[in-house]
Structures are given as C-alpha cells and as structure tokens.
C-alpha cells in the first residue's frame, strides 16, 4: 500500500520562530489533509489541499501533487502550536492513510 | 455546525471483557469511519461505512471487532473479548460524499481505552 513518510519526527522550537514540515508519499492520491492532533488528542482539521497552496492565517500549505509531496508552514509560533502534525492522503474510496507524524513543541 | 460526537470518552477495562462505543456523524455526512490510533502512531481505519452499508471492513479484526450503523446515522463499534493489545484510541469520523467526490473528514474527540 501507499506510503507517507513526514520529516522532521521531532522538532522543538522557541516562540516565534518559523518551520516547515514535510510530508512525502509514495503514489498518486486524490486528495490531501493536514491535521493537528492537540494534547487531549483531538484531531483539528488545518488544511484539505490537494493541490496548490492555501493559508490559514499564521499556517500555509502546499502541495506538488505531481512530484508526491506537501509541505506546512508555521509563521510565528505560539505555544498552542505544540502537538502532534499529521497529513494523510486518500487513495480512493474516501479511505485515509496517515502520515509517520511530526512532534512539535513550542517553548515560551 | 455541530461536529462529530463520540461516547464515553475513556473506558478501562480487564481483558476478556467487551466494550462498546457510539459515534454519532455530523449531520448530512453519509460516510462514516472508525480508526484506532495506537499510542505514538496515525490512525488507521478500521471500518468504512457509506449510509449504512460496508464500504471497507478489510483492517477490522473480525473475531472480535464488529460494528453497525442501522438507520445510516449513529454508529457502534464493539470489542468482545478485549486484549491488552487493543488499548487505543478510538476515533470516529464523517464526511459528505457527492458522487464520485472525495471530501474531507471530520473527526470527533476519540474514546481512549485502556484494557488491563
């Protein structure tokens, strides 16, 4: 089956400062979404991109669907940031396969 | 709007006990999954429903796991009996589906489940 490798595992940084986060798949997919998994473990929807680039306030997310990749960019960090980020991509029948995740802590 | 709701919202119980939980879609979403996320990992589905038909039970453990969606709206999933290996996270989603239309899914706050 298809998969989804997301990088950096691990990615601690200070208030304010910027990131990207990287998410590589495997083979062609119709559609595309970035989550947010907060401490209490609610999944909060960021971005549905399955292509191009949209943004959310302090978030952007682009997707090359033809060269199998997205990427999520976090402006200014905030504490609330901190969690775990997820894409996941749909491969027909509307069944979505998660990515490996990336831990973000943010620290005042 | 008001999303998805799932119930109860943590369960500890001892192996070889079963267990139940509900999930009820966002209203108008005709699909509905349930995914189990094990500590430190994605989700993973388990079972696809569209209205209240099977879509895709593939990864659902059958002699243990069952789950029904009878009048296409609210859903439960059961564990009978439970290992210790089933000590998950259990999220439900929904989603509206158009055709041949791939949409986004939602999902609900999870039943954490701890099986000793």
């Known amino acids: 089956g298809i998969q989804v490798e997301q990088s950096p595992p691990d990615l601690i940084l200070q208030e304010g400062a910027n990131s990207t986060l990287r998410c590589n798949f495997s083979?062609?997919?119709?559609?595309l979404q970035w989550f947010h998994q907060n401490p209490w473990g609610q999944l909060i929807n960021l971005f549905y991109?399955?292509?191009g680039t949209k943004q959310n306030g302090r978030l952007s997310a682009t997707t090359v669907a033809t060269e199998r990749y997205s990427l999520l960019y976090i402006s200014s960090s905030q504490t609330t940031d901190s969690g775990v980020y997820f894409c996941?991509?749909?491969?027909?029948?509307?069944?979505?396969?998660f990515g490996t995740g990336t831990r973000l802590l943010v620290s005042p | 709007e008001a999303g998805v709701a799932q119930s109860p919202r943590y369960k500890i119980i001892e192996k070889r006990q079963s267990v139940a939980f509900w999930c009820n879609p966002i209203s108008g979403h005709a699909t509905l999954y349930w995914y189990q996320q094990i500590l430190g990992q994605g989700p993973k589905l388990l079972i696809q429903?569209?209205?209240?038909?099977?879509?895709?039970d593939s990864q659902l453990p059958k002699d243990r796991f069952s789950a029904e969606r009878l009048k296409g709206v609210d859903s439960t999933l059961k564990i009978q009996p439970a290992k210790l290996e089933d000590s998950a996270v259990y999220l439900c989603a929904s989603s509206y589906k158009q055709g041949r239309l791939v949409n986004e899914q939602f999902f609900g706050p999870g039943t954490r489940l701890t099986v000793l």
């Open positions: 083979d062609s997919v119709n559609n």
């Open positions: 429903f569209q209205n209240n038909g099977v879509v895709d």
């Open positions: 996941a991509v749909n491969t027909g029948f509307q069944k979505l396969v």
């Open positions: 991109i399955p292509s």
